[in-house]
Antibody, heavy 124, light 106 residues
Framework: QITLKESGPTLVKPTQTLTLTCSFSGFSLSTSGAGVGWIRQPPGKALEWFALLYWDDDKRYSPSLKNRLTVTKDTSKNQVVLTMTNMDPVDTATYYC????????????????WGQGILVTVSS | EIVLTQSPATLSLSPGERATLSCRASQSVSNYLAWYQQKPGQAPRLLIYDASNRATGVPARFSGSGSGTDFTLTISSLEPEDFAVYYCQQRSNWPRTFGQGTKVEI
C-alpha cells in the first residue's frame, strides 16, 4: 500500500522560503519509473500542478513558478523536499504530493494516491 | 500550455439521475486524460485514467469517453456519495494541467 504525507510550516511570512517534506512508504524512488508530483490548491479554487521529480533525479517545473522552486529527494529516508522561495499571499494553498510510476501499469502513470495535503498560509 | 475547459461549472442533480461532465482541451491530448473526484476536506482521488479506464476500486457507474480534445465523464445513476467536485487532467504535454472543475451538487 502506497501512502504519502506532507509536512512543514502552516504559516510563513511574505518573502520567506517555504520548505515542505513529502514522506512516503510503499514505493522507492530508487526504482525505475517511480516519481512524486506536487500539486497545490488555493482555498476554494482549482488544482494546479507545479513540480515533479523522477527516480533518476530528472525534474520538471511549472514555467510560472520555475524560478522559485527546487525539489530534491532523499532515497534513504523515502522523502522528497520542496523549497519555494519568495512566498507571497497568493501562494496560500493546500499543498499535495502524489505518487506516480511511468514504468508500471498505465493506471500508475497518473497521480495516485495523494497525500492528505497541508494548508500553507502566507501572511505577515 | 494546454488549457482544459470543464463544463458546466456546477451541475445540480438528484440521486438516481445521470450526470454528464465535459472536459475540452485546447489541443489534442490523445487519450492522456484523467478524471479525479474531490470531496470537501479530502485529497483528490483518481477515477478514470487514459480517458476511459476506471481506476482500481471505482464503481461501474463511472465511465469516461473521448479522445483528442473532447472528453466526457458520465455517472450513470448518482449516489449520495458522488456529490463532489470533479477535475480533468492531462499528461500529454508539459506543464501538466488541470481543468477548473465541475461541482456536482444536489
Amino acid at each position: 500500500q502506497i501512502t504519502l504525507k506532507e509536512s512543514g510550516p502552516t504559516l510563513v511570512k511574505p518573502t520567506q522560503t517555504l520548505t515542505l517534506t513529502c514522506s512516503f512508504s510503499g514505493f522507492s524512488l530508487s526504482t525505475s519509473g517511480a516519481g512524486v508530483g506536487w500539486i497545490r490548491q488555493p482555498p476554494g479554487k482549482a488544482l494546479e500542478w507545479f513540480a515533479l521529480l523522477y527516480w533518476d533525479d530528472d525534474k520538471r517545473y511549472s514555467p510560472s513558478l520555475k524560478n522559485r522552486l527546487t525539489v530534491t529527494k532523499d532515497t534513504s529516508k523515502n522523502q522528497v523536499v520542496l523549497t519555494m522561495t519568495n512566498m507571497d499571499p497568493v501562494d496560500t494553498a493546500t499543498y499535495y504530493c502524489a505518487h506516480f510510476d511511468d514504468y508500471g501499469i498505465s493506471e500508475a502513470a497518473w497521480f495516485d494516491p495523494w497525500g492528505q495535503g497541508i494548508l500553507v498560509t502566507v501572511s505577515s | 500550455e494546454i488549457v482544459l475547459t470543464q463544463s458546466p461549472a456546477t451541475l445540480s442533480l438528484s440521486p438516481g439521475e445521470r450526470a454528464t461532465l465535459s472536459c475540452r482541451a485546447s489541443q489534442s491530448v490523445s487519450n492522456y486524460l484523467a478524471w479525479y473526484q474531490q470531496k470537501p476536506g479530502q485529497a483528490p482521488r483518481l477515477l478514470i485514467y487514459d480517458a476511459s479506464n476506471r481506476a482500481t476500486g471505482v464503481p461501474a457507474r463511472f465511465s469516461g469517453s473521448g479522445s483528442g480534445t473532447d472528453f466526457t465523464l458520465t455517472i450513470s445513476s448518482l449516489e449520495p456519495e458522488d456529490f463532489a467536485v470533479y477535475y480533468c487532467q492531462q499528461r500529454s504535454n508539459w506543464p501538466r494541467t488541470f481543468g477548473q472543475g465541475t461541482k456536482v451538487e444536489i
